[in-house]
Nanobody
Framework: VQLQASGGGLVQPGGSLRLPCAAS????????MSWYRQAPGKQRELVAR???????NYEDSVKGRFTISRDNAKNTVYLQMNGLKPEDTAVYYC???????????????WGQGTQVTVSS
């Protein structure tokens, strides 16, 4: 199973970015899908999470600005980021809990990370 994240870049404060992350490989099902971020000198933190039923939760500082969604047919999770602030600058990582073909348990897989820089 591989997760491919993209969509990062340099954006001015107040701007928007959309991060897609596509899972591929021998996938039977995907349970929760999440986005994390890690800023320089800080620990990785959960930004947003979406269950396979569509339930969502967000880190407090992004509520009302970020929206997580998923396309189950494409095994893809998205993070729409609006009203970006300099403190959102970080490497963003996607994570998915995947049950592989022929498997019984879910395992956690990580994407490679995509850099988001918010600066004027």
């Amino acid at each position: 199973v591989q997760l491919q994240a993209s969509g990062g870049g340099l954006v001015q404060p107040g701007g928007s970015l959309r991060l897609p992350c596509a899972a591929s490989g021998s996938i039977f099902s995907i349970n929760a899908m999440s986005w994390y971020r890690q800023a320089p000198g800080k620990q990785r933190e959960l930004v947003a999470r979406i269950t396979n039923g569509g339930g969502t939760n967000y880190e407090d500082s992004v509520k009302g600005r970020f929206t997580i969604s998923r396309d189950n047919a494409k095994n893809t999770v998205y993070l729409q980021m609006n009203g970006l602030k300099p403190e959102d600058t970080a490497v963003y990582y996607c994570n998915s809990n995947v049950v592989i073909m022929g498997g019984r348990y879910e395992y956690s897989y990580w994407g490679q990370g995509t850099q988001v820089t918010v600066s004027s």
